[in-house]
């Protein structure tokens, strides 16, 4: 199967693309437009979800970028058909991780907490030993979102669980329930039938 071009996304009249970027962060990418010097700023934040360039940016602007075909060359990001993205983006999950991505980092009306009290968290495995073994990422996403809900929690995994290892799948099992565990559970044994 041949890969999804930018001239094919030019056609299709939006260009989506999922941030593909190791290890993950948000990338943004300035646009230039020749003819008048005007730039345009697009922020592909750190997610799972197809994210739509041409959003803030015109098509025409994006079909010149130098950097933008740049971004796609050295694999930062991946160009997603514009069919695969909406129907993606339709579902509960990304919708979900949309607000959160949009709340958390972007919305004038997000609402800082009012808690004075740290929720303290006790881990259910031995961590000094997952310290030895693992970074501590995963542990930081669980210990920092427990209080979100675990639609926060699985959106945050979800989005760098191309960095995760089976140890890091297995500490998110062990520390975890409901929909967060299951999904932990899915990805270990997809990865032992891989092995």
Partial sequence: MQAFTLEQALQE???????????????????????SGK???ATIPKTWIPICV??????????????????????MLQLVPR????T????TEAKEEWERIYTSKFAEDAVPSTDDEEKPTKPTVDVQKYIK???????????RNAENGPSV????LRSIEEE?????????????EGRVRAWAEKKLSANSTEA
């Fill in 54 to 75: 041409s959003d803030t940016v015109p098509l025409q602007v994006i079909e010149e970028s130098v950097d933008f075909r740049s971004y796609l060359q050295n694999r």
């Fill in 164 to 176: 995760l290892t089976p140890a890091d799948f297995t500490y998110v099992l062990q520390n975890s």
């Fill in 39 to 41: 730039n345009f700023v």
């Fill in 88 to 91: 993606l983006l339709a579902s």
């Fill in 13 to 35: 009249g939006r260009i989506f693309v999922y941030n593909k970027s190791k290890p993950k962060g948000d990338i943004l990418i300035t646009f230039v437009q020749p003819s």
């Fill in 153 to 156: 929690v699985l959106n945050e």
């Fill in 83 to 86: 069919k695969e993205a909406e």
């Fill in 133 to 143: 073994e693992e970074n501590l990422l995963v542990k930081d996403i669980l210990e």
